[in-house]
């Protein structure tokens, strides 16, 4: 059995900091993986209730299946198809909003042992997303754990995927990763590349952004991180390329470039691993020829998403 470190034991899981010690958490995903069914029996009679106000193909397939491997029922509600809710206190609601959010977040807690939401970014209330309005507001008013499947600034439970995948494709103890910004039609939240970030900060590699200029992120974010406004300078000697768009955070929510020369392509990424969060747009963030070169670890990465799940629901189970 792999020992349980009492600092382990998680009470939600809103952003990577929830997370202990996440060397340890790593492995023991890893070892999950191994097993997937070793704790099949630990959710019983226990239910996640997860809510989509937004799409998702992966985060939604793989959180149902590692809470699925741990015995747990799941109810899934897609936000949209429901009344419209209302997150303001004091509203008078006379307009289309039919249920606030302090009653929802209390009735479905009667339904769950854990609840996970997935809300994006508004990407045009720089403040209002800063606050994390939504997810902060069910975990005001709801009465059980709740873990975040990508909120307005966050996406730990990719990150931890990606971290989990690093750990089993590194062939030297510090690999060197790049964090590099691809061009994208349209304008895209700024959470997968937030806890990227705040994940390689947290684990032993040698790391750095590139991006053009006016693409900084949340420096609260990235701290001390190397950023680097060459693409090819950054790139040079990478053992793992992660490319992701995302929207100024200054010019908050504005796409400022599509220039296609931030494109990923075979040339550029040499022997490195390619890396992308999924769902990714082939020929304008990364050429065909790299997703389909045994350089591309993206199908890795996201069948690792369910063991990122399993092991965050693992740890919320066995503190409830
Ligand atoms: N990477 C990711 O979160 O994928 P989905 O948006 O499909 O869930």
Known sequence: ???????????????????????????????????????????????LVMLFFNASLRTRLSTEKAAKNLGMQVMILNVNDTWNLEFEDGTVMNFNTTEHVKEAAQVISQYADIIAIRAFPSLTNKEKDASEWILNRFTKHATVPIINMESATMHPLQALADAITIEELKTIKKPKVVLTWAPHPKALPQAVANSFVEM????????????????????????????????????????????????????????????????????????????????VRRNVVVEDAVLDSNNSIVIQQANNRTYAAQIVLKKILENL
């Not at 010690?21 to 790593?26: H, Q, V």
């Not at 406004?229 to 995302?246: C, G, M, S, T």
Request: charged share 25%; with cysteine.
């Open 1 to 47: 059995m792999f020992p349980l470190s009492w600092e382990m034991i998680m009470k939600k899981y809103t952003n990577i900091y929830d997370i202990s010690n996440i060397p340890e958490i790593i492995q023991e995903a890893i070892h999950l993986k191994k097993n997937p069914f070793a704790h099949e029996n630990l959710g019983k009679h226990k239910t």
């Open 200 to 279: 390689m900060e947290n684990i032993d590699v040698d790391f750095c952004i590139t991006h053009p200029k006016g693409y900084e992120l949340n420096p609260e974010i990235t701290l001390e991180t190397q950023i680097n406004y060459n693409q090819a300078e950054a790139l040079k000697d990478a053992d793992f390329v992660y490319a992701k768009n995302w929207s100024s955070y200054s010019n908050y929510g504005e796409i400022l470039s599509q220039d296609a020369n931030w494109m990923l392509t075979q040339e550029k990424i040499k022997t490195a691993k390619f890396m992308h969060c999924l769902p």
